[in-house]
């Protein structure tokens, strides 16, 4: 049996597919050097733009690689130089996930710490300086978190009592906590107890409270000018919001693309989506923006959902992948580099994947 690996497709003027190429973009999965789907127990992608971006995996070591743009430190090897294939984050051990952002990233230890790196203009390293790092730092104030995420420009913690904190860029309130001033320590948002998932986009956040078999409500706040909070309006919101249940049954999972939004519901795992959809990435056969969440067509049995810049990907319960949206870089996976308003095949050969990530504000994708 061949030996299985991570793949990547779309954008790669960065490196950020990690194939040991600057090839402009590949519209059908590549290999990402070096890595085997054996060892890799997460991926993530990040990215600031159509063309920047980068990937991290956390391996079975609980140490992370990491490729691709490396601008303000992002890959965090000490180095400001984009790399093509996977290198290793330095002085990082113990990791238990990891996220990543426009131009930084996280990591989530396994004593429920949490270190960052990268760039930190607004303070999304969250270690009360505003200067960027090209190694990890430590996230100042913040114990037993069990989930992190990253926006373009701020960063999420969930931690294990159900509370929601975030540090980081804050003018369309992505911070949560009532104000447009950005942080550069983590700050609680306001009045979300109750949490169990956490998604965020390039400037708005979701959160589940609750979950299969106990209601699954999913609120939302900070940036709104698509809908993508779904409340059936476009204006930001600086504390949490309920997004408009426009479904039936239980939300299982969330996901941010930049400036839409995902979940998926019920019995039969059908995909709910609002916001942003001039490309089609609600993949509801439209391109109508939907201030409230609408029926992905076609899609039942989604495992996991990930959202891009103007894309959205799903890994489907026969392990095989769907995507639909922005396609000009290549970026849903099929060979071809035509939009497409509902979901295609990833024609890449991609059976018996586990395992998704799309970077929400670039176009490239992995699967492992």
Known sequence: MAEKRLKSWGNNRSGQLGDGTWTDFRTTATTVLGLTSDEVVKIAAGGRGATAGHGLALLT???VQSWGANGSGQLGD??????????QVVNLANAADVAAGGTHSLALLADQTVVAWGQNNYGQLGNGTNMDSSVPVRVEGLNKVIAIAAGLSHSLA???DGTVWAWGHNTNGQLGDGTSASRNVASRVSELTGVTLIA???????ALVGGPGNGGVVMAWGHNATGQLGDDSTTSRYTPVKTQDAWSGDVSHIAAGCHHSLAVTGPDNTLRAWGKNTSGQLGDGTTEQ???PVSVTGLTGVQQVAGGREHTTALLSDNTVRSWGANSSGQLGNGTTTDSSTPVTTLTGLTGVDKIATATSSDFGFAN
């Open 158 to 160: 969930l931690r294990e």
């Open 290 to 292: 939907r201030n409230t």
């Open 61 to 63: 070591d609980r140490t």
């Open 78 to 87: 000490g180095s400001v130089f984009s790399h093509n294939a996977p290198g």
């Open 200 to 206: 965020a986009g390039a400037d708005h956040n979701l």
